[in-house]
């Protein structure tokens, strides 16, 4: 079994990062009490929930999750059928969603994620952190099990290890009601790691875009201008592949979560891009202005082939691929890309356009609702 997760957590202005999964470990281990839901926070799917009240008596999954984590949105698939299955039998998931980039703080963008990836459950908006800092929680997604005693049974972080959950989620159930039984149809999954490269193929590493990780975490520059905090920098194409990071040409301003073009052009010039492996390429973007949406596409200097084609591109009447940048969130590029190295490039029209980070999936990790 393998897991991944999104390490990097805003803590205030200060961003900190878990870079050795095998250090990534919450602080809250099983056997402690679980922290209630504390604050004032809005609540989405349900009005405000206690586990000394509302919960009480249940067993409960506190799943820490961010709407544009790709890590995240790969485990809705599994918690859904856990969900259906076992919420009859005293089971509820509680999701919490700290936000990662400046407009997912705001609870009405949270919502139309909510909204848009059919999350069933409670979400509460965690958008001071205070539930995240209780569980000393550090990545997306976290998820800590809850027995029907009120005390933590277990912790996972990162993707994968569903079977394992699953059988956990049972054993809590049947520590709190010992005469239940579930049906002998509900096979558990074999857990794989889908993140094995002979297996399933090489995939590039989580990349961002702002200053505020630039130069570490996933966030090289290749440009010979590099990282310019808040200001807007006329960068100049690469005349050689850019082998880590990404790579900008035009006027973009430098944000501490984005890149933020910043100025109009009459075709698609400007442009921010990346050199992947991968079977799969997201992109978390989102527009300042209103009239900001256009993003041209194009991969090695070519519209996107049909078939190579996310869910989220359109073909304009000259051939040309593009995505409409209508809300803040992450938006699906590429899908069925072979093996090879491409590059992968952004080009908005206007200012106002902001691109965050790219993310990638392997062939292991492409079953699930590209919403």
Not at 328 to 350: C, I, K, T
Request: net charge neutral.
């Amino acid at each position: 079994m393998s897991t991944r997760s999104c390490s990097l957590v805003r803590l205030a202005v200060t961003l900190l990062a878990c870079l050795v999964p095998s250090l990534c470990v919450a602080e809250l281990t099983p056997g402690t009490p679980a922290p209630d839901f504390t604050g004032n926070h809005v609540w989405i799917n349900a009005k405000p929930l206690s586990l000394h009240r509302e919960l009480k008596g249940k067993v409960v999954l506190v799943d820490f999750w961010e709407y544009t984590c790709i890590n995240c949105i790969r485990t809705l698939p599994a918690l859904k059928r856990m969900e259906s299955r076992y919420k009859p039998y005293g089971f509820e998931i509680v999701g919490v969603h700290a936000p990662e980039f400046d407009f997912a703080y705001l609870p009405g963008n949270v919502q139309l994620g909510v909204t848009r990836q059919r999350i069933p459950w409670p979400v509460v908006v965690d958008s001071d952190f205070k539930i995240w800092h209780a569980y000393d929680s550090n990545s997306w997604p976290n998820k800590f099990l809850i027995g029907a005693d009120g005390v933590i049974a277990s912790q996972h972080q990162g993707e994968g290890g569903y079977g394992e959950l699953e059988r956990q989620i049972r054993d809590a159930l049947r520590k709190a009601n010992p005469r239940v039984s579930f049906p002998a149809s509900w096979t558990i999954p074999q857990d794989t790691d889908d993140f094995n490269p002979s297996r399933c193929g090489v995939m590039s590493e989580e990349t961002y875009i702002g200053t505020a990780r630039g130069g570490s975490w996933g966030g090289a520059i290749g440009n010979s201008e590099g990282f310019r905090p808040g200001t807007t920098v006329t960068y100049t194409s690469m005349p050689h592949p850019v082998k880590r990071g990404f790579f900008a040409h035009g006027v973009w301003k430098n944000e501490p979560d984005d890149f933020l073009h910043a100025r109009t052009t009459s075709t698609p010039t400007d442009y921010i891009g990346i050199h992947y492996r991968g079977a799969e390429v997201y992109v978390v973007m989102h527009a300042k202005t209103v009239n900001a949406k256009r993003v041209y596409v194009t991969r090695d200097g070519k519209s996107l082939p049909a078939g190579k084609r996310g869910v989220d591109v359109r073909v304009d009447e000259q051939g040309r691929t593009y995505i409409d940048v209508l809300e803040g969130r992450m938006y699906y590029v590429v899908q069925g890309e072979d093996a090879s190295e491409h590059e992968l490039r952004l080009s908005p029209l206007l200012p106002g356009v902001a691109i965050n980070s790219f993310t990638f999936g392997n062939r292991c990790l492409t079953k699930f609702d590209h919403l």
